[in-house]
């Protein structure tokens, strides 16, 4: 089984303050995770992928094995970084089956305050 | 292509109405999800289908939900009969089913059951 946690339902900082949205996975084989985000009235949209390592909008994110952690950093924020931001992970439901299932945390609602 | 296309966008239903959720996803994808979203669960996955055949419906809560996909380019999401606890945004996604690669979201349909 696999399952993404996320514990914070709600992060408010100030423009300017680093901002960490955390992430936890459990997974038994090796994880591939995203993160994605939803500003008001849009649709989700991929924000970045582990594979990648890239930075996206400032925003960066370590897969952590030992800590089967992912969490989400951004050194300054911004206040158009408000928004829903979701942590995903792809895995296989059976050994060889082909196709991945893509499993979503609850979600954190980042309110940036100006 | 116009990206995943969810319709309707809003729907109000009176509680014991059938209720369909209709999703074109973006062609030549063969992985496609159905999600429901709520303020207490986050983003949960109801059922996935990879080349038009249900691979996990472990999500769907129950059996007054159902999900199908006649083809390639068409899945629908019936609740039939609908309660109030079924109030929520269905979103569909869909990917090329590879492992790590973005998944890509509709605008969701608001669904309000009363």
């Known amino acids: 089984a696999q399952r993404v946690t996320q514990p914070e339902k709600l992060l408010s900082v100030f423009k300017g303050a680093p901002v960490e949205l955390k992430c936890n996975y459990s997974?038994?084989?090796?994880?591939?995770l995203f993160w994605y985000v939803q500003y008001s009235r849009q649709r989700l949209q991929l924000l970045l992928r582990?594979?990648s390592r890239e930075s996206i909008k400032g925003f960066t994110a370590d897969l952590n094995k030992g800590e089967t952690s992912f969490h989400l950093k951004k050194p300054f924020a911004q206040e158009e970084d408000s928004a829903m931001y979701y942590c995903?992970?792809?895995?296989?439901?059976?050994?060889?089956?082909?196709?991945?299932?893509?499993?979503f945390g609850k979600g954190t609602k980042l309110s940036v305050i100006p | 292509d116009a990206g995943v296309i969810q319709s309707p966008r809003h729907e109000v239903t009176e509680m014991g109405q059938e209720v369909t959720l209709r999703c074109k996803p973006i062609?030549?994808?063969?992985?496609l999800f159905w999600y429901r979203q709520t303020m207490m669960r986050g983003l949960e996955l109801l059922i996935y289908?990879?080349?038009?055949?249900?691979?996990?419906d472990s999500g769907m809560p129950e059996d007054r939900f159902s999900a199908k996909m006649p083809n390639a380019s068409f899945s629908t999401l019936k609740i039939q009969p609908s309660e109030p606890r079924d109030s929520a945004v269905y979103f569909c996604?869909?990917?090329?089913?590879?492992?790590?690669?973005?998944?890509?979201f509709g605008q969701g349909t608001r669904l309000t059951v009363v």
């Open positions: 995903a992970l792809s895995g296989q439901r059976d050994s060889g089956a082909g196709s991945y299932q893509l499993t």
């Open positions: 996604a869909s990917s090329d089913g590879l492992r790590n690669t973005e998944a890509f």
């Open positions: 289908f990879n080349n038009n055949v249900p691979i996990d």
């Open positions: 582990h594979i």
């Open positions: 997974y038994s084989g090796s994880p591939e």
């Open positions: 062609s030549g994808h063969n992985s």
